[in-house]
Nanobody, 122 residues
Framework: EEQLVESGGGLVQAGGSLRLSCAAS????????IGWFRQAPGKEREGVAC????????IYEDFAKGRFTISRDSPKNMVYLQMNSLEPEDTAVYYC???????????????WGQGTQVTVSS
């Protein structure tokens, strides 16, 4: 069974950092791009960052550039999202998701995790 499990969310003060983890199992991890998305209360889900399967390329939404870093550990089937300089506007449920091929925030992803809550206090 294909599975993605996020962890690492929590409550942090503005300016702080968190590292989210995404553990993948049940599918050929190296054949899939892994993306991070988030959804804040009352808002639509949006892309955050993505790491492609083969060429190591990464993409970030503008708000994440310079603050967030996505990384991939293929031997462990893990993807991480290091988030620095967090702001209250970053409060959301963060999801990781897998899609075959290259990164894009505008395609249908194949597998989704259950999400982890990130709350940034001012």
């Amino acid at each position: 069974e294909e599975q993605l499990v996020e962890s690492g969310g929590g409550l942090v003060q503005a300016g702080g950092s968190l590292r989210l983890s995404c553990a993948a199992s049940g599918f050929s991890f190296d054949e899939f791009a892994i993306g991070w998305f988030r959804q804040a209360p009352g808002k639509e889900r949006e892309g955050v960052a993505c790491t492609s399967a083969h060429d190591g390329s990464k993409i970030y939404e503008d708000f994440a550039k310079g603050r967030f870093t996505i990384s991939r550990d293929s031997p462990k089937n893990m993807v991480y999202l290091q988030m620095n300089s967090l702001e209250p506007e970053d409060t959301a449920v963060y999801y990781c998701a897998a899609v075959g091929g290259v990164c894009s925030f505008y395609v249908d992803y194949d597998y989704w995790g259950q999400g982890t809550q990130v709350t940034v206090s001012s």
